[in-house]
């Protein structure tokens, strides 16, 4: 082409044009587009009230004025190269170029000037929103004057009378705070205004409280309602006086009530008339309006007279009958009596009067208290109050409280007196904040603490919270009470699984570190931007609901206070981590890359590993699709095993880790667990160092990552192995290590005698020469067309699937479309939840989407809509016939199958080419037979797939044409075929492998040993992949 335009003369056509006045504008044009260049004073001559009628002579003004102008920019003497005509002006290129220099810098200036004004517009727009808002904010405060000066007269209950009318008035407040937190100015008095709001909402609760109070039949619920009435100052209701008559009568009557209900149903008339003396003591059988409604005590006690009376009549009964029977006795015994004293005054020595024994029954009264209950059980009720007070848990108070206030202990005894002044005590603010205060100062500077003080601190600062305490009231004390947790966790750990921990430990270091959003260093939920939204004319999800719940699209801004520098590579590492986890579609020849660069990112600084943590916590938190949970629970195993959080934020880590166990779906729990483990060790790296081991990093199928310690002696097959039991996969001798070179698709087996210490320079000596790095690769050895997932296997399971899948994904030969459809559906219907939000959005489409469930060749040249139309209907064809409850390896397994059907199903492949000629010499197989088997004699010099499965070998090539079916010839192991394998060779320096096949011959029509050349780079790793699957059909080792 350069020579075409050389000889044509193109190139001297465009340098005498370029040597000559190139640019040709008219007058009116020209001036109008270079006004700016010149000065003002002759832009006035040029354009203004007393310019000059005739454009000739506005535009020889104008040039004139042009040299003094582009000077200053180093175009010397251009007062020569510009000419004016009749109508134009006519100026050289290197003037030209001047001049448009000198225009857009002319530009700036206005540019400037017009961004100045929109922004001061823009800006004086906000101000004056913001004193709106504001001024409403003072009106609401000038109209509600509340807390003020302290007495009952200055609450919100004082002028607003009932709940309702305070709960609508704190609604248009928050409407209020919610415009002015995402403005630009502070609210003046932002402190207050929250307190006044908190503090009505306090007031609210506490009127709801009073409320339900009047109903209750728990004496510790009425008194907690007065507690809080007397603390927010609501003192002058007239339902107060009736509460604490109230609370006082339910004290009594609801062990009484029990204590009858007892009674009536053990029908013991000793039990029943005590019963029936302390309801007369308390004067409730003369004023039985006294009794409490909701216990239905009076009909109780009524049903106790009855009960008593009918016994009565009944012992009335009884007495009679046993008086008879004892009239009847004594006749007896005085007749028996008399014939013995006849008797003895005949012979007296035969008789001797013998004493009468009485027996006495006896009731021993086992009753502590009016409802029966023990010794044994009122200590048991004692003791947890006495937990509960040293404590400070207000909970446990409460419920040990009304159990032993229903149970009827007495109410002088010392523990209970002391429970019950602690929990009044707890429902002051200010008794709460002074505690806390002295708690702060004795712990610091002193060594990590009992668990039971830091368990009242935490106690503490939870009962402060719900009585509305400000996060500045608690920010040291929270800070003081972290530490010393932090210092406990890390001692009790010792570099082990928190396994290990006793569960109080578990219970502190959750109570401390399980809210994220008390991180010392996450942004205030205001000053975060939030989300992007889809479309430009939306408005992202932002504040703090959202701040730490999943989200699909890309960050404004980082979560962590970052330096400015690093908060594009915040929003960054976020968009990588959607697109990892698969909440934004890419292709997933990029997805795998994208896992080293989180990683990379993570490990530059202490803060960005912070955010990427806590972004990756954030997409893992009410996340409800499985594939997006599965894969990012895979990166944060990656981010464990290479990046350490820092200190501020490891003890949120690991507690989130924990919390995830009891959550997770089972097939994540052994992840996670290895999360925890590599974390310590990441976070500890001299714990385990000894010697003899080192740390290698493997590389599953789906591009995820796991960190194993091995001996520097251990072999692949040791490695596998270790993996293997970490992975839980029970049945690893399927399983092999290969090496995964960046840049190179395919994947190349290991031997599993081979060292792996020894690899490892090998491989790094190779990263240095081409800066490719190497890793191992652990993945199934073969795929059989006739095996199944097994189901007691779960891991293994899944990385078959997961294997078959990116063989399915990066397929070659696609000649017919039919079978990628049903896969593609089966494969959309084994992960439905995934899908069906692309599907009912219609993103399907979208690149990066398609691209998961058919193979990359198959969409080169093929209208996307066209596709999903296709995929789609088969994804309905399966719901439609589909079980929707059936289990997620009932889906695998049918993907799996209808995978099974393609041709090159669990093939090793590469591209070759037969070679005919080959001198002697040259051949891999020296005493190779003579006579040649042409693979295709139709296509003899056609590229070839060759393959190589657990079947034999075989060669495919695609058919010529659009109807053409593909060409496929094998020559399998078995014995008994017409056309078998008998050995191979190789030579790498050549490029050949060579085959010996058992064949029939077209001339002598008789089978016989032929010879075929292959010709290929990758001639080594075809051999070595026969000699593998022939070894394990012969049970031999490779």
Request: proline share 4%; with cysteine.
């Amino acid at each position: 082409v350069m020579d075409q335009l050389n000889c044509s003369g193109v190139f001297e056509a465009v340098r005498i044009r370029q040597s000559g006045f190139a640019t040709r504008m008219l007058f009116k044009e020209f001036i109008g587009r270079y006004r700016h260049v010149i000065p003002r004073a002759v832009q006035a001559k040029v354009f203004g009230k007393s310019a000059m009628p005739d454009e000739a002579q506005r535009a020889q003004t104008f040039i004139d004025a042009l040299p003094a102008t582009l000077s200053s920019l180093g175009c010397q003497d251009s007062a020569n190269d510009m000419r004016l005509g009749k109508t134009k002006v006519f100026v050289r290129s290197r003037v030209m170029h001047t001049m448009e220099r000198a225009r857009d810098l002319a530009m700036v200036e206005y540019v400037i000037h017009i961004q100045a004004v929109w922004r001061g517009h823009q800006a004086r727009k906000m101000v004056r929103e913001c004193y709106k808002v504001f001024d409403e904010i003072k009106a609401w405060q000038d109209a509600n004057p509340f807390y003020r000066k302290p007495g009952s007269d200055n609450t919100a209950l004082a002028k607003l009378k009932t709940a309702e009318a305070i709960d609508e008035q704190i609604a248009k407040l928050d409407k209020l705070v919610s415009k002015a937190e995402f403005m630009p100015l502070a609210v003046p008095n932002a402190e207050r205004v929250r307190s006044v709001r908190d503090r009505m909402r306090l007031e609210s609760q506490a009127l709801q409280m009073l409320a339900a109070a009047e109903t209750s039949i728990e004496p510790v619920e009425v008194d907690k309602a007065l507690l809080k009435a007397k603390e927010l100052e609501l003192l002058g209701l007239p339902k107060l006086e009736e509460l604490r008559k109230r609370s006082a009568n339910l004290k009594f009557q609801v062990p009484l009530v029990t204590a009858i209900s007892k009674a009536i149903e053990s029908k013991d008339p000793d039990a029943m008339l005590e019963v029936l003396n302390l309801v007369k003591k308390q004067g409730l059988h003369q004023h039985p309006e006294n009794w409490i409604d909701e216990l239905k005590g009076e009909k109780l006690a009524a049903d106790l007279y009855a009960t008593m009376e009918t016994i009565k009549e009944q012992r009335k009964l009884e007495d009679v009958k046993e008086k008879m029977h004892k009239e009847l006795v004594r006749n007896v015994e005085q007749d028996i009596d008399n014939q013995k004293a006849h008797l003895q005054a005949a012979d007296p020595s035969q008789y001797e009067s013998a004493p009468m024994r009485s027996r006495a029954n006896t009731r021993h009264n086992t009753r502590v208290t009016i409802t029966g209950l023990t010794e044994a059980a009122q200590e048991k009720i004692l003791m947890a109050l006495e937990r509960t007070c040293d404590q400070f848990d207000v909970q446990g108070l409460e419920t040990n409280l009304a159990l032993a206030l229903r149970e009827g202990i007495n109410e002088e005894n010392e523990t209970l007196m002391r429970a019950q002044d602690c929990f009044s005590a707890l429902e002051s603010k200010d008794f709460v904040l002074q505690t806390l205060q002295e708690m702060q100062a004795e712990m610091q500077g002193s060594s990590p603490r009992e668990a039971n003080q830091l368990k009242s601190m935490q106690n503490l600062i939870r009962q402060a919270e719900k009585l509305g305490a400000s996060a500045s009231d608690l920010q040291g004390a929270r800070g003081v009470m972290q530490d010393f947790v932090r210092k406990r966790t890390r001692e009790t750990v010792k570099g082990q699984i928190f396994e290990d921990i006793a569960i109080d430990e578990l219970a502190l270091a959750d109570n401390a570190f399980s809210d994220l959003s008390l991180f010392p260093n996450l942004k205030p939920a205001a000053e975060w931007k939030g989300h992007h939204a889809r479309l430009w004319i939306l408005q992202g999800k932002s504040g703090a609901e959202n701040m730490l719940r999943r989200a699909k699209h890309e960050l404004k801004s980082a979560l962590t206070n970052l330096p400015p520098s690093q908060e594009s590579v915040a929003c960054a590492a976020f968009t990588n981590i959607l697109s990892w986890m698969g909440d934004k579609p890419v292709p997933e020849v990029q997805r795998s890359g994208l896992s080293s660069a989180i990683v990379e990112t993570a490990t530059l600084d202490k803060s960005l590993a912070d955010e990427i943590y806590i972004q990756l916590m954030k997409q893992l938190t009410d996340n409800p699709s499985s594939r997006s949970v599965s894969r990012g629970w895979e990166l944060m195993l990656i981010l464990c095993q290479n990046a350490c959080p820092s200190n501020d934020l490891h003890e949120y880590l690991h507690v989130f880790l924990l919390k995830s166990l009891s959550s997770c779906p089972v097939e994540a729990t052994p992840v996670i667990r290895q999360c925890i483990a590599d974390l310590n060790l990441t976070a500890s790296p001299d714990a385990l160092q000894p010697d003899n081991t080192e740390t290698i990093i493997v590389t599953l199928i789906d591009f995820s990552t796991r960190k194993i310690r091995i001996d520097k002696s251990a072999t692949l097959r040791q490695l596998g192995d270790k993996l293997a039991e970490s992975l839980r996969i029970n049945d690893p001798r399927e399983f092999s290590c290969f090496m995964l070179t960046e840049g190179i698709s395919h994947h190349r087996l290991l031997p599993d005698t081979a060292i792996v210490h020894s690899l490892l320079p090998k491989w790094k000596t190779l990263k240095e020469r081409t800066g490719k790095s190497t890793t191992i690769l652990y993945k199934r050895r073969l795929l059989k067309k006739d095996e199944v997932l097994p189901a007691g296997d779960i891991a293994h399971a899944s990385l078959t699937y997961k294997q078959a899948l990116f063989d399915y994904l990066h397929y070659r030969m696609v000649y017919k479309m039919e079978p990628f459809y049903t896969i593609a559906g089966a494969v959309m219907w084994a992960d439905r939840d995934h899908f069906r939000r692309f599907m009912d959005k219609g993103y399907m489409a979208d690149e990066g989407v398609l691209e998961q469930v058919l193979p990359e060749d198959s969409l080169t040249s093929k209208r996307r809509s066209g596709e999903v139309t296709k995929v789609v209907e088969a994804f309905k064809k399966l719901e439609a016939t589909c079980d929707a409850e059936e289990s997620k390896l009932m889906g695998m397994s049918r993907a799996f199958t209808a995978m099974q059907k393609l041709p090159m199903f669990g093939t090793y492949s590469w591209m070759g080419k037969q070679v005919f000629g080959t001198p002697r010499e040259k051949q891999p197989i020296p005493n190779a037979p003579k006579t040649v088997c042409t693979i295709n004699v139709k296509g003899a010099e056609a590229d070839y797939y060759i393959c190589v499965d657990y079947a034999g070998l075989r060669f495919l090539a695609e058919g010529s044409g659009a109807d053409a079916q593909p060409f496929h010839r094998d020559f399998p192991f078995n014995d008994e075929a017409v056309e078998r394998l008998v050995t191979w060779g190789v030579s790498a320096q050549e490029g050949l492998v060579q085959f010996v096949v058992n064949s029939l011959n077209n001339i002598s029509m008789y089978q016989e040993p032929m010879s075929i050349i292959i010709s290929c780079q990758a001639a080594v790793d075809i051999a070595y992949a026969v000699h593998m699957v022939r070894a394990i059909k012969d049970g031999e080792p490779f």
